[in-house]
């Protein structure tokens, strides 16, 4: 789930009064299905016992209509188990739903070939059994090319496995994507996790010596939701990759969170490994004519790019159009009114002015996207809030 996605729901939460917009960051918190995951394994299963120092794992959320699938490592294990992932997570359409259609356009090939009226052809693909389907027919229908004997459609193994066949390649193959830097372990959850044929399949390419497959202990209980719950309280995942490559247009070529340095070199790449407390900044500047001006408002947006290829690419705008890969992700939002205290007088070549002198700090390392302003006063550091705003929810900059 992106920042957008985010921002939707948390919108709508406050739309339907569950929450405020004052208290709608601190009281709605995101986990991916993942890191959920993890902490679900965790607590059922013996996952836990072999989470030594050092080891690479895979956790793989088989679900209904996508597969996701993240790598983590263990950081440390005590006095906490701290886990680091290890490139950005994957997300493939991979699912039951799949399956379902692949048996249903099956069905539809055999209804087609047989002497049925449309009604009965419609309540055949509504209630059909496992294995062995009722058609209906009575003993007087019989097509042994088609494997109808008596009124029911019998399918063979390798019938029910072609079902299967594509979204167990795709979930095996994203597995295997994730496994460059190892992997000891892999988790499999989710409701298509609980298919045996996923599981033999998973097992006959990943388990060996170095490699084992868990499963959950508990095929009643929701991997994510009971898993949220427990990440809510133990927050085993410290570090995360980063989705995208993350910049700015509009940025001199010495701030950090520029996508390209002078030198062409990425700064904010995919995959990059941060953690949760790990902010990146951005130094900035307003002038004003006056000891006591209004400070007002201040906004820059945020781009990223997730295209093909390496994380090397160069901004390019023609009438505001971005090159292909690139997207607007958010803007970044702060009332400067409480940093007047920051305000230091300088000498020009027009005279004297007033200069605003402020870093703005973004964190990725956390399950989603945080900013906030930074500025110095009488050696100090202080701090304050920044709003970020998802690109159809952005206003126009001030």
């Known amino acids: 789930m992106g920042i957008r996605e985010q921002g939707f729901l948390r919108r709508a939460a406050t739309n339907a009064g569950f929450v405020t917009r004052a208290n709608a960051h601190s009281n709605i918190q995101f986990v991916s299905e993942a890191e959920a995951s993890v902490h679900f394994c965790m607590f059922h299963s013996d ?143 989710g409701g298509f996790g609980e298919s045996l044929y996923l599981r033999k399949m998973v097992n006959s390419h990943f ?94 947006t945020l781009y990223g790019y997730k295209g093909a290829g390496s994380n090397t690419n160069t901004w390019k705008i023609e009438n505001s159009c971005l090159e292909k890969g690139f997207e607007e992700v958010c803007q970044i939002q702060a009332d400067l009114s409480g940093m007047r205290k920051g305000l230091k007088k300088q000498k020009g070549t027009k005279g004297k002015y007033y200069r605003l002198d402020f870093k703005v700090a973004i964190q990725f390392g956390d399950t989603e996207m945080k900013a906030f302003l930074e500025w110095e006063h009488g050696g100090k550091t202080f701090t304050g809030p920044a709003e970020i705003l998802p690109n159809e929810l952005s206003v126009t900059t001030v």
């Open 47 to 189: 996952l836990h016992e072999h989470m030594n120092m050092g080891v690479y794992f895979v956790v793989c959320d088989a679900g209904g209509s996508t597969t996701d699938t993240t790598a983590y490592y263990v950081k440390q294990t005590y006095p906490t188990l701290e886990l680091d992932e290890t490139k950005a997570s994957a997300c493939v359409q991979a699912g039951g739903v799949s399956v379902d259609a692949e048996f249903h356009q099956y069905l539809c090939s055999i209804l087609d070939q047989i002497d049925l009226s449309e009604d009965q052809r419609n309540e055949f693909i509504r209630s059909g059994e496992e294995f062995r389907i009722n058609l209906g027919g009575g003993r007087s229908m019989n097509y042994p090319n088609l494997h109808i004997s008596r009124g029911k459609l019998a399918l063979t193994n390798d019938t029910i496995s072609s079902f299967f066949n594509e979204s167990v390649e795709i979930a095996i193959e994203s597995i295997r994507q994730q496994m460059d830097k190892g992997c000891e372990h892999v988790l499999l959850v």
């Open 207 to 300: 388990s060996g010596a170095r490699c084992s497959i868990t499963v959950t202990s508990d095929p009643n209980a929701k991997a994510v939701a009971d898993g949220s719950v427990l990440w809510c309280a133990k927050r085993t995942v410290v570090s995360r990759a980063t989705r995208m490559a993350y910049g700015s247009r509009s940025l001199p070529p010495t701030i950090a969170i520029m996508l390209i340095t002078v030198a062409g070199k990425p700064i904010v790449s995919k995959d990059t490994v941060m953690e949760a407390n790990e902010a990146l900044r951005g130094e900035y500047h307003r002038s004003y004519d006056n000891s006591n001006p209004a400070l007002g408002n201040f906004s820059v």
